[in-house]
């Protein structure tokens, strides 16, 4: 026989406090003999009524824990039956008669005002002789209780709820959920608010400078800065210098010259550029401090080098060239993603001279070829500390994940005879790297991405989804091996950054599982946290120190940065017409660039957004390029008008929403900000087709 109760239960609301429009909550005042105690209500002896017996009605104002709601329930349906399990008769109802109300208190008109008494009763229970709920009584008895004793709740009993997260009301409430509540993190903010929320999306000038949360000991410019400057040595590095045609197989299959129409609306001039040439913007617009050039193939990634405060300016540019050897594979195909390549590839450092004005003065040229033979580099990151050398030839530490699974690490040298601060430098020398500095391998898994954690420090992603980190030492006797190898997440990891220099231990990294998390590099497995999930994966992701944000990609076209104490809420900054492939950020601004497929490289700022909720959202498009297939010609148009970016509340009744296949050509595959402080306006952005912009895009006051 199935039991069931017709009884009518109370429903217990634990979210409405029933005291709640009384007078206070403080403590009550000397005790009245004439009125009647709190223990003396608990009791039930108000009005001479004896011990207060526990009715099942529900009638306790909240009073009972836990365990008792669980265990009155539980008797209301055992009520319902006779002691033979036979249902009992109803019959009707009498109606109890009106019980007059007594308050706890007698009422003092003469009592002084901040006396209220206490309304509050104690969390507390006592089992009562009552005749009522004689069978919780009998099991609580037999478990070891005693009657009229003051018995704590069930701590085995606990209320489940959740409590939601707090939502930044205020100007005030934002501020501490971005940067916490040091005061000194909060002067800092203060300083990034009135430094960069006004730049509406473009950098200016005025406006460039280092990230206050970025703290140089000042003992270590005092030390020698061979043993503390230097880095992490030479390590196993060996190279030699080519000669012109042993270089050049390394430089891929030439392909065919590209046509490209540029200038103003009207004013159109169309220019073609052959493999490595370059063309100065300002011939057709005078007003611009850009340069184009032609790598030669699909721009996979590219950075500047860092450490040059002044003089020449040097850039890395990794591409794909289409004459690259495919070798054999192995039967069955292994997906492209979690295979291993390794082919004859070289990296380009560009040189370009600047003026007076820190601006791009001449034509830019290559410097040098890093030739290797493990497969093109997919990503390039150069060592963000600011380093000393002894050697002004020294670049700098250049970390790249090649082709063939691998990711390395390369100390650049320009050659004996090339002087780098010099304008009126030319030539180029192909350097083959035989053995890296360091190398960072793993038998077992593929790694797709690197970025630095300190100087002698680096972090990679893999294809698995794991995680690791090596200690790079050029001492022989330590063998070179992961101290850290973690799932992170479910599968292919498609960008990693650390938070430095804030945070150098904690890393954001975006996968194609649809998630970005922020992890901690002490205990990937606790200290993580991923935000909203998106259908199409992110694949790009960069950090913000200034803001304490990272920045990623939601649902292929929205760019929206995450605050680190927030990691879980998104604010939007951006949005393409295609699928964003590539992110960067900048140390000397909160300013990034974005590129899609759509051919647009897109500027904004998100410090606005971060400091006032209801401030207006700017992007800047920098640049557009279509392609016309039936003259295999590119047309670059700018000039764009400033346009705001809000995410509609309400979508297009009506409207189908489209997707759209754009041409490979024409695709921005790679962006990037110089980082040096006085060059900090410089952008660049590389497309599939190979052509690079570079532009000095800094606003003069």
């Known amino acids: 026989m199935v039991r069931q109760s017709a009884r009518a239960r109370k ?65 209301s349906e055992e009520s319902d039956f006779s002691d033979d399990d036979r249902p009992r008769s109803r019959g009707k109802e009498k109606a109890s008669s009106a019980t007059p109300f007594t308050p706890r208190r007698p009422i003092d008109e003469d009592r002084e005002p901040g006396s209220a008494p206490s309304v509050h009763r104690k969390h507390i229970r006592t089992i009562d002789s009552g005749k009522s709920g004689a069978r919780r009584k009998t099991r609580l008895l037999a478990q070891g209780a005693s009657l009229n004793v003051i018995r704590a709740p069930d701590p085995t009993v606990r209320i489940t709820y959740r409590p939601g997260f707090s939502k930044a009301s205020g100007k005030k409430d934002r501020l501490i959920q971005v940067y916490g509540v040091d005061k000194v993190a909060l002067e800092k903010a203060a300083f990034v608010r009135d430094t960069w929320i006004g730049m509406q999306a473009v950098p200016e ?42 270089g050049e197989k390394y430089l891929g299959k030439e392909e065919e010259p590209l046509g490209c129409v540029l200038g103003p609306v009207g004013q159109y001039q169309r220019a073609v550029f052959t493999r490595f040439g370059v063309f100065d913007l300002r011939k057709v617009w005078s007003e611009k401090k850009a340069f184009l050039l032609n790598a030669g193939g699909q721009v996979l990634c590219m950075e500047w ?41 070289a990296i380009q450092i560009w040189r370009f001279p600047v003026d007076e004005g820190y601006s791009p003065s001449k034509d830019p040229s290559i410097a040098l070829m890093i030739c290797h033979d493990w497969g093109p580099a997919r990503t390039i990151k150069w060592c963000p500390l600011r380093q000393k050398f002894k050697d002004p030839r020294i670049l700098g530490y250049l970390a790249a994940v090649f082709a063939d699974g691998i990711a390395r690490i390369i100390k650049v040298t320009l050659p004996q005879v090339y002087d780098p601060d010099s304008p009126d430098a030319e030539g180029c020398d192909f350097l083959h790297i035989a053995n890296p500095a360091f190398e960072c391998h793993l038998p077992d898994d593929t ?11 680096v972090v990679v992603g893999c294809a698995s989804g794991y995680i690791a980190a090596w200690e790079l030492t050029d001492d022989d006797r330590i063998p070179l091996i992961p101290y850290l190898y973690m799932p ?4 292919y990891i498609t960008s990693i950054s650390t938070c430095y220099p804030s945070y150098p231990r904690h890393i954001v990294s975006s996968s194609m599982d649809g998630y ?53 809420s998104s604010t939007t900054v951006c949005k393409h017409g295609g699928i964003v492939r590539a992110l960067a950020a900048s140390p000397v601004h909160t300013c990034i ?28 498009t920098w640049f557009r390029v279509e392609y016309s297939e039936a003259t295999d010609t590119l047309r670059m148009t700018e000039g764009f008008k400033l346009e705001e970016c809000e995410p509609k509340a309400k979508g297009d009744n009506g409207k189908q929403l489209l997707t759209t296949v754009f041409p490979e050509q024409i695709s921005v595959s790679a962006v990037c900000w110089n980082t040096n402080l006085t060059f900090g306006g410089w952008a660049a952005a590389g497309l599939s087709c190979g052509l690079v912009r570079v532009e000095d895009v800094a606003i003069d006051s």
Request: hydrophobic share 30%.
């Open 205 to 246: 000038r005025a406006g460039l400078a280092l990230t206050p949360f970025w703290e140089e000991e000042e003992e270590e410019d005092e030390k020698d800065e061979e043993t503390n400057r230097e880095g992490c040595g030479d390590g196993h590095q060996k190279g030699e210098m080519l000669e012109f045609e042993d």
């Open 11 to 75: 429903v217990v609301s634990y979210a409405n406090d029933a005291y709640k429009d009384l007078d206070s909550d403080t403590a009550p005042g000397p005790p009245d003999e004439a009125a009647s105690s709190d223990e003396e209500f608990r009791l039930g002896r108000i009005n001479g009524t004896g011990p207060a017996a526990d009715n099942d009605d529900g009638d306790d104002d909240g009073e009972d824990d836990l365990s008792e709601i669980a265990s009155s329930e539980v008797e």
């Open 305 to 345: 080098a860092t450490n040059r405060a002044e003089g020449c300016q040097y850039l890395a540019i990794s591409t794909l060239s289409e004459g690259e050897p495919k070798g054999k594979r192995n039967a069955p195909e292994e997906p492209p993603a979690f295979d291993r390549r390794p082919s004859k590839a």
């Open 488 to 491: 992170l997440h479910q599968t």
């Open 516 to 568: 970005s998390r922020l992890a901690s590099l002490e205990s990937p497995e606790a200290d993580t946290v991923p935000n909203n999930r998106s259908r199409i994966a992110p694949c790009a992701i960069t950090y913000i120190d200034a803001i304490q944000a990272g920045v990623s990609i939601e649902e292929g076209t929205w760019v929206k940065f995450f605050p680190v104490r927030r990691f879980f």
């Open 593 to 620: 660039v974005s590129g899609g497929t759509e051919g647009e490289a897109a500027f904004s700022n998100p410090s606005r957004r971060a400091f006032h909720g209801k401030i207006k959202n700017y992007m800047q």
């Open 447 to 457: 790694i797709t991405c690197v970025a630095w954690v300190s100087e002698t420090s």
